[in-house]
């Protein structure tokens, strides 16, 4: 390995680092969205695409949990929003996953359905 090589090895590890930390506080934040509105929400989309039956009733279960899964979404969201938006990025290489622009819009989609589900889960019995 020559000293060009040495040199150009850690900011593409620290571009992979950073992509997967975005990755998954997106995919952290939109789980914990999904268990924070599964009391709630989940019934309602399941019945309105036609799913019936005492299944859905098992998911209402779930409803003292869920402040304890809107926090932990909440925090995932954050920090997801924090590595997207607020940190600086580093320098991504071409044919690198980051270097495509899906990535990002991939990611800030899910973050932004991650923000919307646990708003509407937070405020269904308003």
Known sequence: MSNADIKTAPPIAAAVSEDRKKNL?????VIGALLASACCIAPLVLL???ISG???????????????FASIALVFIGLG???VYFKARPACVDGTYCAKPESARITKAALWLATLLVMFALTINW
């Open 48 to 50: 309105t695409v036609g």
């Open 54 to 68: 005492a299944g859905i009733s098992i998911l209402t279960a779930l409803e003292p949990y869920r402040p304890i």
């Open 81 to 83: 929003f924090r590595q």
């Open 25 to 29: 506080f997106a995919a952290g934040g």
